[in-house]
């Protein structure tokens, strides 16, 4: 089968496009599922663009060479005899590798908790060297005309959502899991940093979950901001690199702006804010929009950086991580908000409600083979205005 592999073969792109042979099913509960969407990530994209600091500390977390996409969307083709989910079925699949999917009894203690996402055992050999698919070697991936995935891991997807806005599920139950993880109290302001892909599934998590909160979204690009309003946004602000937008924040959140030319903060400000970027910039405007005693959701996946961490002291606010997808004990006043239920679940009720409109979302799509024009799409994103890039091998 043909795979885009990150391989660092070519050292002017880390990534080719190989025929790999059809992997076998691990066990009887395994499925095979040919790929009909494959999204690109902004994760996806920090290994081609290098725009955040490193993660030294998760090196050891995958495999090398390994093929690419996480954002997966399909149809299963194969079911082995202990898989309950029928051949022909659509599905989104959860990319984390837990123990249950690796085989491991008894599991370890954050998947006893329920804590699938926070599993120990993710840098484990068993089945795969890699944490999660788009990060193996051996299952294939949403860049690749086939994956690998055990039952608990598939997800039946909803007629309502075609195949073009499937892979939105992805960064929606992203979203709804961080928002679950540390979320706003009913009726709080909220402030949306960056209005990538994580952004605007965040605008519309928010929406479902928490419908009686107001959304601000800080967008870089007029194209992003656009898409905020079309995802649901009450107020979007448009980036300043001089630091004006600081002003309208503060109008916004009825607070006012203290410090000096760019190095400013918000005196006052919001009581929940949610980093959707991940790059030290984003992550420093984030604290320093926070309120006294709020909380930052760190969505964007940050590594090795320097941020101003002024505000967690001086404000005592809370800095809080969420990754990937798991069932989520507590609930939400909204849509999809019901106690123990999956992340992806709730994701597929916002898209199936229409919150995030994949039609102004879903900005490019492109054959396998032309993954690396897809690639430099999604990177360059002011000129592209690309917001959401999508492979459909």
């Known amino acids: 089968m043909r795979a885009v592999q990150f391989d660092m073969v070519d050292p002017a792109f880390p990534a080719s496009l190989v025929d790999v042979a059809e992997p076998d099913l691990p066990t009887a509960a395994w499925a095979r599922v040919a790929v009909t969407t494959g999204g690109i990530c902004g994760s996806d994209l920090h290994l081609f663009a290098h725009n955040t600091g490193p993660s030294p500390t998760l090196m050891t977390m995958g495999s090398f060479p390994f093929i690419l996409g996480h954002e997966i969307a399909g149809v299963v083709t194969e079911a082995g005899p202990e898989c309950p989910v029928a051949v022909g079925t659509r599905v989104v699949l959860d990319p984390c590798i837990a123990c249950v999917a690796r085989g491991i009894s008894p599991p370890c203690a954050n998947c006893g908790r329920g804590w699938t996402s926070s599993c120990l055992n993710l840098d484990s050999r068993v089945v795969s060297k890699g944490r999660t698919l788009g990060f193996t070697s051996d299952l294939g991936g949403g860049w690749a005309e086939q994956v690998l995935a055990h039952a608990s891991m598939l997800h ?8 073009r806005g499937a892979s939105l599920y992805e960064p929606v139950s992203i979203a709804c899991h961080g928002l679950l993880r540390a979320g706003p109290r009913d009726a709080d302001d909220v402030l949306v940093v960056g209005a990538g892909v994580i952004g605007l599934a965040t605008v519309a998590a928010l929406n479902g979950l928490f419908p009686r909160c107001a959304v601000t979204v800080l967008a870089r690009h007029p194209h992003q901001a656009q898409a905020a309003l079309a995802c649901g946004a009450d107020h979007v602000v448009t980036n300043d690199p001089g630091g004006g937008h600081f002003e309208e924040l503060a109008r916004l959140s009825g607070s006012r702006v203290v410090g000096y030319k760019r190095d400013v903060m918000l005196m006052g400000g919001f009581p929940f804010v949610v980093e959707a970027v991940g790059a030290p910039a984003s992550v420093t405007e984030a604290l320093r929009a926070v309120a006294h005693r709020g909380t ?46 999956h992340s992806v679940d709730r994701a597929l009720d916002v898209l199936g409600a229409g ?38 091998p």
């Not at 039946?156 to 195949?163: A, N, S």
């Not at 967690?312 to 989520?328: N, P, Q």
């Not at 879903?362 to 890039?389: C, M, W």
């Open 156 to 163: 039946p997807l909803p007629d309502t959502v075609p195949d």
């Open 355 to 392: 919150l995030l409109p994949y039609d102004a979302v879903v900005t490019h799509e492109f054959p396998l083979e032309n993954y690396r024009e897809a690639v430099t799409t999604a990177i360059d994103r002011g000129s592209s205005q690309a917001i959401k890039v999508i492979l459909r």
């Open 296 to 341: 930052v959701l760190l969505l964007g996946t940050a590594g090795v950086s320097e941020v101003d961490l002024t505000p967690v002291w001086y404000k005592e606010a809370a800095l809080v991580g969420s990754i990937d997808h798991t069932v989520d004990a507590r609930s939400a006043p909204g849509l999809a908000g019901g106690a123990g239920r």
